[in-house]
């Protein structure tokens, strides 16, 4: 047995050892080596990534964090990309306040990774996720120029042109500087001529026409887009409009642009002077005025009777929530998730599909209807809006509180 001063000296010993070797191992190296893999936390998978594309979003370089402030205990951009990887949107977005609160230089670091992920979410995700991101950041960051542009970008490629229309309108209204007012304006451009190319090619006219209105409707049009829609209406046989549409540009016209001159002279000359029929098809229904707004029942899938506000800015027709759950669910039919601008903002909002819908004696088939988590006024359902009323020429008759439709 070894003796308790061989003990004593042994321990001792120890002890002189783990002093001389106190600074010479960092404690950090003992919880985690750069070359050892297996001590890295795990990425969780993604649930709508590929394994292609998780690679690709994997290979990002970590931007350097702000001069004189690296520090372990500071925020991370690897930590800020790895949350959304994980699609910890809520996380991700407390993350970032906190990131900004310590100092606000991060903005910089982090705000390109998120702007990388939307891109990347763009073609990888789903649509429900990107909605989903989207709907996180700006419920808070609201006038985020950059976010919004891309938040249009989706709808346009999800081809859903007057909610991208919508996006941009509010992102007009935000761009303080020239430079974002000139993306805004350049996103605009490609929305229209993009929208225009692809319901043209297949003659969907009347669909085409609703979009131009729609822009004249939330004052996003342009002379160049009020002229194209001046031609849809001739197209489409409703001479007077366009006409109307083309004496109002010609009257606007400073004829410092020769060309732009003969071209409306040209459009006007197109005209077919014969009288247009107005009362083919003609319907009237009865509405209430509640308001600036007139109030029309509409009934949905042959069996349900909602009221709703008649409003030519909303792009498509909506319910409130608390209104759609007390229909039928048998004959609606899920199909997405989307953002809309509402009166209220951007909001989340679920649309589905509708297998009827009537005003009095009209009736459409297979029509969306978007619903939304928003307070209801009174005896109001929802609002009645331009995926509806681009298939008629519609008016009001104020005196008489009635709304005409003539089918186009």
Known sequence: MMSLAKIFCLLLAGVALGWLLHDAIPIGGLLQSPASPALTPAISSPR?????????????????????????????????????????????????????????????????????YLLFCLEQCSGGVFVEVVNVWLDTYYQDIPVLL????????????????????????????????????????????????????????????????????IDLDTQEFLLREAVLYRVLGETQRSQKLLLALQQRDSKSNAFWTATLDQELSRISPLPEKFNRGRRAIAVTKRGDHFLVEVTLNRMSTVKLLIDTGASLTTLSLASFADLPQANFIYRDSRMFNTAGGLTRGDVYRASSIELGEMQLSDIDIAVIDYPAASNVDGLLGMNILRNYRFEINQDDSLLYLQPR
Do not use: C
Not at 170 to 198: C, F, H, I, P
Not at 206 to 215: A, D, Q, R, S, W
């Open 48 to 116: 709508y990534f590929s394994a292609g594309s998780v690679a690709d979003f994997r290979g990002w370089q970590e931007p350097a964090p702000p001069q004189e402030l690296e520090s372990a205990a500071l925020p991370s951009a690897e930590r800020f990309r790895q949350l959304l990887m994980e699609q910890r949107f809520e996380m991700a977005l407390a993350y970032y306040e906190h990131a900004l609160s310590v100092d606000d230089r991060y903005q910089l670091t982090l705000q390109p990774i998120l702007e990388q």
């Open 150 to 217: 891309l938040l249009a970008e989706h709808q346009r490629l999800q081809r859903q042109p007057e909610e991208a229309a919508s996006t941009l309108q509010l992102a007009a209204t935000y761009a303080y500087q020239t430079d974002q007012e000139e993306k805004v304006n350049a996103a605009v451009q490609r929305l229209v001529q993009t929208t225009d190319d692809a319901l043209s090619r297949q003659e969907r006219w009347v669909e085409l026409l609703g979009f131009y209105e729609y822009l004249e409707t």
